[in-house]
């Protein structure tokens, strides 16, 4: 594992030059993508660091979304908006998702885990544009920071239960007086919030719209899967526990799906549209993770993956238009297939994929989860078929009013975009339709 | 009386930070309507202004929250701090803004709520009073009748989904066009679009009780005078006169074709030597108070969520867009304006970032656009905006046994004008000065002369009641002016992406040389051009009244579109 860490703390010093932390970036995931056929179920292992099959893709996620992010801001390094420090910012913050996702030891994990709410919030406050970013930072923090903190607790009280905090070596729970649940409450609720679920997901739209393109990036394709991995890694300990009251959280999970998803079609400003969505796919992903199956636990990775992959993607395209019309809002950014009629492929490619189209990853972890919620409870199919069906409504919603319609400025002109545009999107989009085909990559 | 009823409104505390701002801007500018008269003119307006003249002082204070740093890590947490240093400055006034509002939420259950006009609280960059709204969606330049229509109408389709700035350097509307304007609407132009957006404006102004409604507000009340225009025409422009008119029945206004027969059996007080006719609106003509409506509407607007700032637009910056194809041009880069810096009275300038950009600083139109490059420049930028302010002279005199009630706003064939004023006998009476002697626009200074030999005469032939009237006071106003035909300018520059004019609806001057204009028109186009803009803006192109052939590609082109003069 050190053979990835260590040379990323070495690109920090390469931080003046952008094209080589491209580069370096770029070279780190490749280093990484050649483990792709691992057979252990640990691996790389050593100074208590390791990668097993979920840590493994959650990695590659994270070192792919910030070879990304480099590329799509470009706006950055060409202002010369103290580009130095934005790329050291960014390695800092990949640092500590590696760290947070291939520790072996649960402090280190919840060390990692706080520590990569720092970056992000310099991130958003620092080359964030709008005066409500203070709001969206102070959101973020805070909600993040007060679930989490008993989490620190029940850490604790755990490691002088058992005697220790290895991931692998945990001990399921028995036990069911209140004393329990009161822990098991405590644990799972900081990840909720980060994942994050329905009643508690008021930082998301916040966060997400006010951030700059790299912060968006990296909170909608890594930052809320931190939330689900770390459920999968702490529900080991309260799988009894669990089972009493995963009834609950599905059911929030469903609902909350459903109303968000209503939310969405009611959305103006484009990235708050993505954001909602957001909640939306987490919250199948939560549904899946709580009933703890086979399936439920691979549907829910593959969810995450794809939809990593897929709204950071989006999020580039909201970016793209905000950078040549100067506005967020749905209501001037109408007729985009006449303005800028190239990208109307990648709104079309990736828009599908979020309404979970073959042959996308998000197809696959939704069918996946569909299977599993319904065998858990016939009754919830009621609440699925609105989740999907509504899933797909907002995001036809957001394709067509954004891209068929008369733009105000009709005049005699289009703009096609850049290279660097395309290049970033199509390699958001690549590993999501093409890593269907080779899953295993991302099942147990 | 306005301040207890905004302490009793106690609805929201948005709306109450609204509200009391609102109440700020009204009290500083209700103190000012008297519109140049002079303090020893009491006309029926002026009796309320009274009570509140001793608040003139209150200037509109803005104070915006001042952070400066450019490292984004100080930046971070530089904006963390400075907003725990400000909190804990205003703790105190937090916790009391907290028991106060408790106890009027309250008193407020123990009677009724009032009917909210509209569904939910109002949006926008709101995150609180004081915070530069750094970035918007459309920042209106200028906030006279158009830029406030232009915000009214925008925020009124668009509430949460855009965010609309308003930046005006005069807030006491001292030297604006709307204030100063004489306040007449009428349907007789020979343009059908220009009739069309006069029958909308007096729609519009039918409905302003409902539309500009603000709650905790009094309902804005325009004074609109029923009496309609009337046009006089000598013999050699009867021709001229009744083809307008029958385009005017076409198009759908109530004017009526009267004789000089009739108009002598209809108005004993007129004198018809040298009239042959003379077109009369019966319905939707007549004449209003500028100054309510540019009230009413700033008040909705900012109700709705815009936000106005007192400060003078001094430069623009922007981008090309390099990867823009433009068709048709040699000149293949689109420009698109991106920063404006805005100078506040206290002389520091801070930077507002747009997506579009609203030209609607009426006289100021052309130096607006000078500033982002139009005029200066080659090619297509070498054509400037062709507005300028024009100086203008309205006098109210006094003549106790002039027409009284039952007389329109008159234009003579020679293009004065005169109308009722109140009722004490007063009548508003102006005319525009030939071309080549237009007065100096350095300031607004009125010469007497002017009157006593250009308007006396032709007032006092027209209507010999007038030869008895004494001079009370008198005013200048500035016309924008458009040099190219004297008709507004609407739509996008074609050479810029988001830079949309709206302006130099003033005059309807005539084509001939020395000839003379007709009074001022822009003010009754107000509500129809905000909501051309908010229909170019939001859906792309004119969806109720087409005003395509009003483009600024008519000055590139070199093709007028002029309104025909009535000799």
């Not at chain 1, 973020?140 to 989490?148: E, P, Q």
């Not at chain 1, 989860?369 to 957001?398: E, R």
């Not at chain 2, 984004?72 to 009391?96: Q, T």
């Not at chain 2, 030999?453 to 001079?471: C, G, H, M, S, Y």
Request: charged share 15%; proline share 4%; hydrophobic share 45%.
């Amino acid at each position: 594992m050190l053979k990835f860490i260590l040379p990323l703390i070495l690109l920090m010093k390469f931080n003046k030059e952008w094209k080589v932390s491209q580069v370096g970036l770029f070279f780190l995931s490749f280093l990484i993508s050649v483990n792709c056929y691992h057979n252990f179920f640990l691996f790389n292992s050593g100074f208590s660091l390791g990668m097993d099959y979920i840590s493994y893709i959650m990695i590659l996620l994270s070192v792919w979304i910030v070879s990304l992010i480099l590329i799509s801001s470009q706006k950055i390094k060409n202002l010369n908006n103290f580009s130095s420090s934005f790329i050291s910012t960014n390695i800092f913050l990949l640092l500590f998702l590696m760290l947070t996702f291939s520790s072996m030891d649960y402090l280190m994990f919840y060390i990692s885990f706080e520590a990569s709410l720092i970056p992000t919030l310099i991130l958003i406050l620092g080359w964030g544009y709008q005066p409500e970013r203070i709001q969206a930072g102070i959101y973020m923090l805070f909600y993040t920071l007060a679930f989490s903190l008993p989490l620190l607790v029940s850490l604790l009280i755990y490691y002088f239960l058992t005697g220790s905090l290895v991931i692998s070596l945990g001990v399921p729970l028995e036990g069911e007086n209140y004393l329990y649940k009161f822990w098991y409450m405590s644990t799972v609720l900081a990840f909720l919030v980060k994942l994050p679920m329905f009643m508690f997901h008021l930082w998301l739209p916040k966060a997400h719209v006010e951030a700059p393109i790299a912060g968006s990036m990296i909170l909608a394709g890594v930052l809320l899967k931190l939330g689900g991995y770390g459920l999968i890694r702490v529900l080991i300990m309260f799988q009894e526990m669990n089972k009493s009251f995963c009834w609950f959280w599905v059911s929030l999970g469903i609902v909350g799906g459903v109303y968000i998803s209503l939310m969405c079609m009611r959305q103006v400003d484009m990235k708050s549209l993505i954001a909602y969505s957001s909640v939306v796919h987490m919250s199948l992903v939560l549904c899946g993770i709580m009933i703890f199956s086979l399936w439920g636990l691979a549907g829910s990775v593959i969810l995450m993956v794809g939809h990593g992959l897929c709204s950071s993607g989006l999020f580039c395209l909201a970016n793209m238009v905000y950078e040549r019309t100067g506005s967020r809002s749905l209501m001037v950014n109408k007729g985009l297939l006449a303005f800028m009629p190239s990208m109307g492929l990648w709104w079309f490619l990736l828009s599908v994929s979020n309404m979970a189209s073959p042959p996308s990853l998000n197809l696959m972890g939704e069918i996946m989860l569909i299977l599993t919620v319904l065998s858990w409870s016939k009754i919830s199919i009621l609440g699925i078929s609105l989740l999907s069906f509504f899933s797909a409504a907002y995001t036809l919603y957001m394709y067509s009013l954004s891209q068929h319609g008369i733009f105000y400025n009709s005049l005699y002109s289009c703009c096609s975009g850049k290279v660097s545009e395309y290049l970033s999107l199509f390699l958001h989009w690549l590993p999501l339709n093409a890593m269907i085909m080779n899953s295993t990559l991302l099942m147990i | 009386m306005l301040r207890t009823s905004i302490s009793s409104c106690g609805v929201l505390g948005r709306l109450k930070t609204n509200v009391s701002k609102l109440y700020m801007l009204c009290s500083s500018q209700v103190a000012n309507s008297r519109r140049g008269l002079s303090l020893s003119c009491q006309t029926y307006e002026s009796k309320k202004d009274d009570e509140d003249l001793g608040t003139e002082k209150e200037k509109v204070e803005q104070k915006f929250r001042k952070y400066e740093y450019s490292n984004p890590y100080e930046r971070a947490f530089g904006i963390l701090k400075d907003d725990v240093v400000s909190f804990y400055k205003k703790r105190k006034k937090f916790f009391e803004d907290i028991t106060t509002r408790a106890r009027s939420n309250a008193e407020a259950k123990a009677k009724p709520a009032p009917k909210n006009t509209y569904g939910f609280e109002p949006s926008g960059a709101d995150v609180g009073e004081n915070v530069w709204p750094s970035f918007c969606d459309v920042l209106v330049v200028g906030g006279g009748a158009m830029g406030s229509s232009v915000a009214y109408h925008l925020k009124e389709k668009a509430r949460g989904g855009l965010s609309v700035v308003v930046v005006e350097e005069d807030p006491g509307y001292k030297k604006a066009s709307t204030v100063l304007s004489v306040g007449g609407i009428r349907q007789q132009f020979s343009i059908p679009e220009n009739i069309q957006l006069s029958m909308y404006g007096m729609e519009f102004l039918r409905n302003i009780p409902e539309l500009l409604e603000v709650e905790g507000l009094d309902t804005p009340d325009i004074q609109f005078n029923p009496n309609g225009y009337l046009t006089l025409a000598s013999e050699e422009g009867y021709e001229q006169l009744r083809q307008n008119y029958e385009l005017q029945i076409d198009m759908g206004a109530k004017v009526s074709f009267l004789t000089n027969t009739e108009l002598s059996k209809m108005y004993p007080w007129l004198n018809v030597s040298g009239v042959a006719a003379g077109v009369l609106g019966r319905e939707n003509e007549g004449w209003f108070d500028p100054w309510s409506l540019l009230i009413g509407l700033q008040r909705k607007a900012i109700s709705l969520g815009a936000h106005y700032i007192n400060g003078k637009v001094t430069s623009f910056s922007g981008e090309t867009m390099d990867d823009m194809i433009l068709e048709g041009t040699q000149q293949s880069n689109i420009k698109r304006i991106t920063t404006a810096e805005v100078t506040l009275p206290s002389g520091e300038t801070r930077t507002i970032n747009f997506a579009i950009l609203v030209a609607a600083s009426g006289a100021w139109t052309g130096e607006l656009g000078r500033m982002a490059g139009i005029g200066e420049g080659p090619g297509i930028l070498s054509v400037p905006i062709p507005i300028e302010p024009r100086k203008r002279y309205v006098y109210c005199v006094h003549a106790p046994d002039g027409p009284g009630l039952h007389s329109p706003l008159l234009v003579d064939p020679n293009g004065t004008y005169f109308r009722r004023e109140g009722l004490g006998g007063l009548y508003l009476c102006g005319q525009s000065p030939p071309e080549d002697k237009e007065p100096n626009v350095d300031n607004l200074d009125v010469d007497h002369s002017f009157f006593e030999d250009n308007i006396w005469p032709t007032i006092a032939q027209r209507v010999p009641a007038f030869e008895k009237l004494k001079l009370h006071s008198s005013w200048a106003g500035y016309y924008d002016y458009n040099t190219f035909d004297q008709n507004g300018i609407i739509g996008l520059h074609p050479l810029f992406s988001n830079f949309l004019i709206a302006s130099g609806f003033s005059g309807h001057a005539p084509t001939l040389p020395g000839g003379v204009t007709q009074p001022l028109a822009g003010i009754q186009q107000a509500p129809g051009i905000g909501r051309a803009v908010m229909e170019c803006i939001m859906y792309g192109g004119y969806e109720t009244i087409n005003l395509e052939r009003f483009g600024f590609e008519r000055v590139l082109a070199k093709v007028p579109l002029f309104e025909s003069n009535i000799v």
